[in-house]
């Protein structure tokens, strides 16, 4: 198990990856973000992005996608023998928000965008000493190595019993 008091502020961590395909861009589109270049393959080829284009916010569940898929792993490869586990199988609790979302590149059909975190700060919380505030930069990066979004957040991490 990860607590609080264990990490470094510029520790960074892989989250995974995720390939978009068509059919997935175009299911979430039509549900969540039904703009023309998202749903309509004639229509994107006509526009500035030259093809279909995943939605930012397919991109960003992508990312919570695989935190809580990394987060979830953390107990299995990390708990030592005797130590008190976390409620809810991890280390963190609710995010209190993002700041500074930045869709920078399109990701077409066949991207593979990895999926990082970078913790920036650390605030401990007089009123809720369980729990500490990590500040975080997070971000996802295509095969070719562009950044195509990224954003500040900050989330609760539970301290050492």
């Not at 930045?102 to 990082?116: E, N, Q």
């Amino acid at each position: 198990m990860m607590y609080f008091e264990e990490v470094e502020a510029g520790a960074t961590a892989a989250l995974g990856n995720h390939t978009f395909t068509e059919a997935e861009m175009l299911a979430f589109a039509r549900l969540y973000d039904p703009q023309p270049f998202h749903v309509d393959p004639e229509a994107a080829r006509r526009s500035p992005f030259g093809a279909l284009v995943a939605s930012g916010w397919h991109t960003a569940a992508m990312w919570m996608k695989c935190f809580v898929a990394s987060n979830m792993a953390l107990p299995k490869e990390a708990s030592r023998p005797g130590e008190e586990g976390v409620p809810g199988g991890g280390s963190f609790g609710p995010a209190s928000g993002f700041t500074k979302l930045r869709w920078l590149k399109p990701v077409y059909a066949g991207d593979t965008i990895s999926f990082a975190t970078e913790v920036r700060d650390k605030i401990t919380i007089k009123s809720r000493p369980q729990w500490g505030f990590l500040r975080t930069y997070n971000s996802g990066t295509n095969q070719h190595g562009d950044l195509v979004i990224d954003f500040e957040s900050t989330v609760l991490m539970r301290r050492r019993p």
